[in-house]
């Protein structure tokens, strides 16, 4: 489709395979394939589940909310709240940490947040500084209130003065999309800042915690470019084998980056418990974040 090849998205990136979804397929159902899963690790039933949040940005359609239409089909009648996060790739960090406040603050006890993205979607696919990086998928994870941590403590991050650098701009008015609906990215910029905004937001939770550095066991950053997430771990002093990598696999799947790779990592039987791990991510708005979580 365009003048590319394998070893120019390789060296790039460091991928080398997506998932792109079949024509019909929409974000609630990936979504689903993934609360259903994590539910069943919860050892928990769906209707125990008093929150839903949705990370996406490329939900089923303008409205309701996908995590409306998750809840009814994952068959859940005890009327949880339910409503959808938009903070595009750094969409799982504001979920999660959403979910979080509302657990410690006692509201709710059982908060599923998913991480869905079908970014194909939104991509012109004769772009190809655009088109060969962004893939389709989707990963969850249930919280449950209690008295150890679990989540040490998240920290989120905007400047809307970047929006344009990384943007969808198009939009539904009178019947008819106005302005481009695909994804339009000034990779180079958004590059820059996603090298500094991550260390900076890393030593920001490492501190809030009163750690240092060599106390961090495991890095499960958002998977877009294998060099952004090597010069992180390198400001972090983390060899690569702390560093959970899965953008190989997947390339860049927005919101579901982080819990696909958190997710693989914890069915590989990685984490030991009382591990300290710290996600962060970056992404459109331009926004980022990171989540300290003790295993
Ligand atoms: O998840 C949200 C956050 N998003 C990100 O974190 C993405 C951040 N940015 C990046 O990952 C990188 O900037 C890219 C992977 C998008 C691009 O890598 P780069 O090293 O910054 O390349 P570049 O944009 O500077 O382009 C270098 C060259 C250009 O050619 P010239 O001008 O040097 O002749 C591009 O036209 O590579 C060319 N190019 C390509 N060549 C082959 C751009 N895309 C491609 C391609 N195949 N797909």
Redesign the pocket.
């Known amino acids: 489709m365009?003048?590319?090849?394998h070893d120019?998205?390789f060296s790039?990136?460091g991928i080398v395979e997506r998932r792109i979804a079949a024509e019909g397929v929409v974000t609630s159902d990936l979504a689903f394939e993934a609360s259903r899963r994590a539910i069943e690790s919860a050892g928990i039933i769906p209707d125990e589940i008093d929150l839903i949040v949705v990370a996406t940005t490329t939900p089923d359609m303008q409205f309701p909310s996908t995590a409306a239409i998750l809840q009814a089909k994952l068959g859940i009648k005890n009327g949880c709240a339910a409503f959808d996060v938009q903070a595009v790739?750094t969409g799982f960090i504001y979920a999660l940490s959403t979910a979080d406040q509302y657990l410690r603050s006692g509201k709710y006890r059982h908060a599923l947040v998913v991480g869905a993205d079908l970014l194909s979607r939104v991509i012109d696919w004769t772009d190809?500084?655009t088109c060969?990086?962004f893939g389709d998928g989707a990963g969850a994870v249930v919280l449950k209130a209690g008295d150890e941590p679990g989540i040490l403590s998240s920290h989120l991050h905007c400047d809307g003065s970047y929006s344009q650098i990384?943007c969808a701009p198009g939009r539904l008015s009178d019947g008819k999309i106005s302005g481009s609906p695909f994804v339009h990215m000034n990779?180079?910029a958004?590059?820059k800042i996603?090298v500094t905004v991550l260390d900076e937001v890393a030593r920001e939770a490492i501190e809030a915690n009163g750690l240092t550095k060599s106390d961090i066991d495991w890095l499960v950053p958002?998977q877009?470019?294998i060099r952004?997430i090597e010069a992180t771990a390198k400001k972090l002093g983390m060899g690569m084998d702390r560093v959970v990598v899965t953008v190989d696999k997947h390339g860049?799947t927005?919101a579901a980056a982080i819990p696909l790779a958190l997710d693989s990592a914890a069915r590989e039987g990685r984490f030991r418990k009382g591990e300290t791990i710290l996600m962060e991510g970056?992404?459109g708005g331009v926004t980022w974040g990171a989540l300290l979580l003790r295993w």
Do not use: E, K, M, Y
């Open positions: 365009v003048d590319t090849s120019w998205i790039r990136t790739c190809r500084g060969v990086l990384l990779g180079n958004v590059f996603a958002h877009a470019n952004i860049n927005s970056v992404g």
